[in-house]
Structures are given as C-alpha cells and as structure tokens.
Nanobody
Framework: VQLQASGGGLVQAGGSLKLSCAAS????????MGWFRQAPGKEREFVAA????????MYADSVKGRFTISRDNAKSTVYLQMNSLKPEDTAVYYC????????????????????WGQGTLVTVSS
C-alpha cells in the first residue's frame, strides 16, 4: 500500500489543521493506521492510532483532547484533526499502516507499522 500525507502548513498557536492520508494500491480498510511526528533533532514519536474497526482510537497524552483521528474506509483516507495547536506541535507528521488490530501497547512503536507516507510539515508559530 502507498500512503500520501497532505494538509500541513503554517498556523498560529491556537489554530487548527486537518491532515489527510490517502492510500492507494490496497484498500485502507485492511490496516490499523497511525500518525507519528518528528521534530528537528528528535526521534519520531507516536501521536494517534485507529484500529481497523474505527470505534477504537488511541492518543499520546500530549495531544489527547486536542487531536482527533478518524478514517473513511470508503475513501481509503485517514484524517488527523488538530485543534488548539501549540508551538511544540511543530514537526513533520507521518501516517503509517500496520496490523488491523494494533495490539495493546504496540501501536506506539514505529516498528509496528510496515508502510509509511512521506510526511507533511506542520509549523505552529507563537
């Protein structure tokens, strides 16, 4: 499966952005999906994940209550709605596809995911 992330940009603190991750080559409904981010000089970190059954979502503590992950399997697209953005949210955001169930605890690890998009840059100004 090929993943294409989009929707990044420059936004002021307190603003919102919605990222999209479109899949091609294979239906997205076969996968659990995750969003990760990587700030300059830092390791890639988990942001949010959603199991194939879209009722199950997981978030990093740093974004809980501000970010929402969702999926539209018919459109083979996963979204990350980001509200109340902070300067520390500045990073390149990556979407990733992994096992449909994303076993408990495994979804935070980059090694769980076999497919990655190219990343989209989010810059939050203070």
């Amino acid at each position: 499966v090929q993943l294409q992330a989009s929707g990044g940009g420059l936004v002021q603190a307190g603003g919102s952005l919605k990222l999209s991750c479109a899949a091609s080559g294979r239906t997205l409904s076969s996968y659990g999906m995750g969003w990760f981010r990587q700030a300059p000089g830092k390791e890639r970190e988990f942001v949010a994940a959603i199991r194939r059954s879209a009722g199950s979502t997981m978030y990093a503590d740093s974004v809980k209550g501000r970010f929402t992950i969702s999926r539209d399997n018919a459109k083979s697209t996963v979204y990350l709605q980001m509200n109340s953005l902070k300067p520390e949210d500045t990073a390149v955001y990556y979407c990733a596809a992994g096992p449909p169930g994303l076993n408990s605890g495994s979804y935070i690890y980059t090694s769980t995911y076999g497919y990655w998009g190219q990343g989209t840059l989010v810059t939050v100004s203070s």
